[in-house]
RNA sequence: CGGAGUGUAGCUCAGCCUGGUAGAGCGCUACGUUCGGGACGUAGAAGUCGCUGGUCCGAAUCCAGUCACUCCGACCA
């Protein structure tokens, strides 16, 4: 056990030490916000680049606005808009001045700026401009940015007052066609979810209480932690004509009728790392999907005299240039050779920590052999996890084997997900006895722990004040319904929707 | 924004009650032995004890004020 506190014994502590241990991420000086180094950085920038290619695949092109946005955008918007989140940066000065040695803001500014908590006030404007006829539409654009939200509880990569994500915002001449639009990118995330992060999870539609206020209806997609809590890895909003009646974008439609354009937006943040190190990391530090990970493999070479560093180093060349023509995933594989001036079994435990999916040790033994010993991050705690092969097999099989790896996570995760979603709750007693219990580290292959309940909900606005209470969220209410009628968890009515109860995140 | 707690070496913390030369472990540096499941020995560098003021011959320690952070709640597009 690497981590010095487990899952079994405290989730949350053991989910700091993997970011602090695998060295993703650390709490800025800057209170809320945190410094991602480039473990961390590392893997958002793989879901940056396979997400991105997602998204042109699409059809959409990356635009990029103000992170400054005039308050009386947000005016507009909270006239007829309930529920607004009042937690905002909000700039309201131009200049510093030096006062007897103290700096003090100066020059007010007539208007406050907000920085951007989300973009569709600002982004709507420019729609409205740009809008004019049908022909112009649809518009499908996408952004990567930074945004701000005043958290008071910050927890790295969960939530965080500054975080990266990527917003998607398109404008459409039909109501059909931005439905459609929002399904498509959340079916886009759920495949990326799924094939990138090995996350399997569950897509649906909120409840009302749960919406973006603003949305006509909020998808999205939702995956399950280690300890049973889920976690909205991804949101996609159907925003029906709202924003375009509060930002006024109308164009002629083929009868040459004026009309309000239907608009749609999707995103997914950085969160996402937190949810692979929660879907993945272990007592020995974090797991990365290979898909995701900057480094596939990593090489530690093991030398034990000066005099055998040439034979080493020069083996470890030779293999170099036949791992550049591999490939895995379709791309181009990515390995790294630690020549840092460190003790090689530290490098190598620094490596697994980290959860690189494969570290190779090769030594002047391995050179004399033709072979390598390769280690693999999910088996490490296995016999078969430590393998010695030979380097033409190894370069052979690379590609394949990380593909390989990635697909028996995912199998592993899904089982996770599947094997703890309980249906056979059937009453609000047995309910609350289900949830008397907090959650807490779902162990490999064991069921019976706190986790998601598939069951009734009649929908009244009054089962808010008791979720509230019971510390519960409705996760979504799946795509997938039964139709069959039974007593609502929460009250006992007679209901039909079949919905996700869960703790969250 | 409520409730509690903590600020001492890069990190984790002891010392404070009962005032008297600034401590430990880890990390770091050098040398040697090591190196393939997480090393060891020897030597060394490193701190305005959060900040300001007060009491005192003397303050990390006592008193007052102040700032910051952490945890638990509330909040969370």
């Not at 729609?127 to 112009?136: G, H, I, L, P």
């Not at 509880?153 to 066609?177: C, D």
């Not at 539609?205 to 209806?217: L, Q």
């Not at 069921?447 to 309940?453: R, Y």
Request: proline letters at 5%; aromatic letters at 10%; one cysteine or more.
């Amino acid at each position: 056990m690497a981590m010095k506190t487990t899952r079994k014994q405290n989730y949350p502590e053991w989910y700091q030490n993997v970011v602090s241990e695998a060295d993703m991420a650390e709490n800025s000086v800057s209170p809320g916000c945190m410094v991602m180094k480039a473990w961390g950085y590392g893997l958002w920038e793989r879901i940056q680049r396979v997400l991105d290619d997602k998204i042109k695949e699409t059809g959409h092109e990356n635009y990029y606005f103000p992170m400054f946005i005039p308050l009386s955008f947000f005016q507009k918007e909270a006239d007829h808009v309930d529920g607004f989140a009042k937690e905002m940066a909000v700039v309201t000065h131009s200049r510093l001045v030096n006062e007897e040695g103290k700096l003090k803001p100066s020059s007010p500014l007539e208007e406050p700026l907000i920085v951007r908590p989300t973009s569709e006030t600002i982004i709507a404007d420019s729609f409205a401009k740009w809008v004019n006829s049908y022909r112009d539409l649809p518009i499908l654009l996408n952004q990567w940015a930074n945004v701000v939200r005043w958290e008071m509880r910050p927890r790295l990569f969960l939530r965080t007052r500054e975080f990266l994500w990527q917003e998607g915002h398109t404008v459409h001449a039909s109501m059909q066609e931005a439905e459609a639009e929002t399904v498509k990118m959340l079916e886009v995330y759920r495949d990326f979810a799924e094939n990138a992060l090995a996350m399997p999870v569950l897509v649906g539609r909120k409840p009302e209480h749960e919406k973006f206020p603003g949305a006509i209806d909020t998808y999205c997609i939702e995956a399950m932690m280690q300890d049973g809590k889920a976690l909205q890895a991804g949101t996609s909003h159907f925003l029906g004509q709202n924003f375009a009646k509060s930002a006024n974008i109308k164009f002629v439609n083929q009868n040459n009728e004026l009309e309000y354009a239907y608009t749609t937006s999707w995103g997914v943040s950085t969160r996402l790392i937190g949810g692979t190190i929660m879907c993945h990391a272990d007592d020995d530090g974090m797991v990365v999907p290979p898909h995701i990970a900057p480094y596939q493999v990593v090489i530690v070479p093991i030398i034990k005299k000066p005099e055998d560093t040439e034979k080493v180093m020069s083996y470890i060349e030779n293999l170099q240039q036949r791992l550049r023509a591999q490939t895995a995933f379709g791309e181009k594989l990515r390995f790294k050779i630690d020549t840092r001036d460190k003790a090689s079994v530290d490098k190598v435990w620094e490596w697994l920590r980290k959860g690189a999916p494969m570290v190779c040790e090769i030594g002047p033994r391995d050179v004399d052999n033709s072979g390598l010993m390769v280690k693999e991050r999910i088996y490490l705690n296995s016999p078969e996890g430590k393998k010695i092969m030979p380097a033409d097999e190894f370069v052979t099989t690379v590609g394949r084997r990380l593909e390989d790896l990635q697909k028996q996570m995912l199998a592993k995760a899904r089982s996770r997900l599947e094997a703890n979603i309980r249906t056979d709750i059937t009453t609000p007693e047995a309910f609350a006895d289900y949830f008397a219990h907090s959650n807490e580290w779902i162990e490999d292959g064991k069921q019976g722990k706190v986790a998601f309940v598939r069951g009734k909900w009649c929908g009244d606005t009054a089962t808010e004040e008791i979720l509230k209470a019971m510390k519960i969220t409705i996760r979504c209410i799946p795509f997938d319904q039964s139709g069959t009628t039974g007593p609502c968890l929460l009250t006992g009515k007679d209901a039909t929707l079949d919905v996700i109860y869960a703790r969250s995140y």
